[in-house]
């Protein structure tokens, strides 16, 4: 098993930056996919960016030009930079986890979840 914490998360002003952190613990590190997920109130929880479990990483086409993805195994921790924010990506973000070679973009992928951080942006 492995546990996930999110961290980073806060409100800011549209253009803004933020940097999401994911700490993980609890089992080999480097043995799982990993990925970012948002959901907004009332829409379905949707697929940002991804780090494989045999190296690489995947970013969703909707945000590749403001976010990346990066993972440091030293530190058993995802991030994810966030820059040039807009209101749309105001959401609660959320790490997931699966022993999965690839980090695909469906949350029923994945096996293990975080608590989530939430990220506010205003006009």
């Known amino acids: 098993q492995v546990q996930l914490v999110e961290s980073g998360g806060g409100s800011v002003q549209a253009g803004g930056s933020l940097r999401l952190s994911c700490a993980a613990s609890?089992?080999?590190?480097?043995?799982?996919?990993m990925a970012w997920f948002r959901q907004a109130p009332g829409k379905e929880r949707e697929g940002v960016a991804g780090s494989h479990r045999t190296g690489g990483t995947r970013i969703d086409d909707s945000v590749k030009d403001r976010f990346t993805v990066s993972i440091d195994r030293a530190k058993n921790t995802l991030y994810l930079q966030m820059n040039s924010l807009k209101p749309d990506d105001t959401a609660m973000y959320y790490c997931a986890a699966t022993d999965k070679f690839a980090a695909e973009m469906s949350a029923s992928w994945y096996d293990y979840w975080g608590q989530g951080t939430q990220v506010t942006v205003s006009s």
């Open positions: 609890g089992s080999t590190y480097s043995a799982y996919s």
